[in-house]
């Protein structure tokens, strides 16, 4: 079966209510055509298909709260946004398609705010630079169990950093607050099976918590 265009996605997606159990797996199924995108054209290519949807007759305004973050028109209240997070190098990609206020609150610019200078730290660290501050040493841990993550599950983390050092993210999770994603790493770490894996990945990128900010927020706090 030929995949479907993202306009496509799209066009079934907003044909149902907001919030429906229809709607989800559509919404996912568009994050996922977003990420193959991110993975195989980084950056640009994520850009361009959804720049693309302007030729099948939607209107997509680029807004200023991420480098990556869109709004596709929709009669009100509803609400269609798309963005990627990862600055140059975006490691997730997500749908909000909801009833309700167009992003812009007080509380969403200042995650925003904390999402790029986490974002922005994180690109500077080489993987393998040596030793590093504590407040940089958390940015990689997080950074990296986000990613690759994101990428390939908690299977592809494990086998590419290996158990100790998901131990220390582990840690830096706790730290942090993200108390949901530190319950499936340590789920993962306790050696379950293919089928758990795929669970723990699928309620991570459904229910994945705000690490960026929460990392941001954690090390703002401390100095």
Partial sequence: ?????LAALVDALVALTPGSPEAEPIQHAIESRLMDALRNGRRPAGEGLVESLAAHGYTVQRLDA?????RVALPSPRVLEIWFTGGEAPVVAAVSYRVGKPWGSPAQRRAAKLQAEFYRRYERLAPDGGELATDDRLVQLVGELEADVNNGGFGQYLGN???ARAREALACLFAIGAGQTAGWLQAALEGSGAEDLSR???EFYEGAEDLAALAMAYIKRRT
């Fill in 161 to 163: 950093k290996g158990a």
């Fill in 200 to 202: 723990l990945d699928q």
């Fill in 66 to 70: 991420l480098p990556c973050m869109w």
């Fill in 1 to 5: 079966m030929t995949p479907q265009t």
